[in-house]
């Protein structure tokens, strides 16, 4: 866990949010661009700091250092520090600070993900289909209930984290917000000493205490992705 991660405050309730609308739409524009680069660093299957945005890049799409800074102190966005590298990956440091620099890049947080994916519901409400009819056919993709802490697959209740579990629910936050695409880039927070090993076991403990094992998650082969698959329940008498 990076030094951003460690110092993070706790996360702002929905009063606080709404207490100022005009920052929030505001900061709803600049997400934006941040949420782009997220789904395009997990459509090549790359970490997401492969796609960290530049203050500069920020800024000319039009985001302030006011929305920025916004975003970071409620640990929606993380500040990292570009580091000069020679090799193919770029390289940062986590900079807790809202004291930006040139070399100041963004990337959204799973915080931020839920902030933007709200957002996005309550814009498409009207679209949504109603319940009588959503009830009818079982869900072929897994839903995520933040809120309840439920993942459900077909109408199941596939598993319940009654527990404190952050890096679960991390992974499960971004499948939902992915609308669950069977693979994601790994979306654990940046600065961790061994990030595939920490996938891995988080991994394991997804696939731990199912009450329906309907679902099983795996590494990708390549120590940078996460795949979901569906698991076939055994037949009765088999």
Do not use: Y
């Not at 090799?87 to 915080?111: D, I, M």
Request: hydrophobic share 40%.
């Amino acid at each position: 866990m990076c030094a951003a991660e460690k110092r993070r405050r706790p996360a702002p309730d929905s009063k606080a949010i709404a207490g100022n609308i005009a920052a929030v739409r505001s900061a709803i524009r600049t997400i934006r661009i941040l949420v782009q680069a997220f789904n395009e660093a997990a459509s090549v299957g790359l970490p997401v700091t492969e796609f960290a945005v530049e203050l500069r890049a920020c800024e000319m799409e039009g985001a302030s250092t006011a929305d920025l800074r916004w975003l970071v102190s409620r640990n929606c966005a993380e500040h990292l520090i570009e580091l000069r590298s020679r090799g193919n990956r770029r390289k940062f440091r986590a900079s807790p600070g809202l004291a930006f620099e040139q070399r100041s890049c963004f990337v959204v947080t799973a915080l931020g993900l839920r902030f933007a994916r709200k957002h996005a519901a309550r814009q498409q409400a009207r679209a949504d289909v109603p319940p009588a009819t959503a009830q009818q056919i079982p869900p072929e993709t897994p839903r995520w209930d933040a809120h309840a802490r439920e993942l459900r697959f077909r109408g199941v209740l596939v598993k319940r984290c009654e527990r404190a579990a952050p890096n679960q629910t991390e992974i499960l936050d971004h499948f939902q917000l992915e609308n669950w695409p069977r693979r994601i880039a790994d979306p654990l927070p940046f600065g961790a000493a061994d990030p595939k090993r920490r996938m891995r076991e988080t991994i394991a403990d997804l696939n731990e205490h199912q009450q329906h094992s309907l679902i099983r998650f795996r590494a990708d082969g390549t120590g940078e992705g996460i795949v979901w698959e569906p698991v076939d329940p055994p037949r009765p008498g088999a």
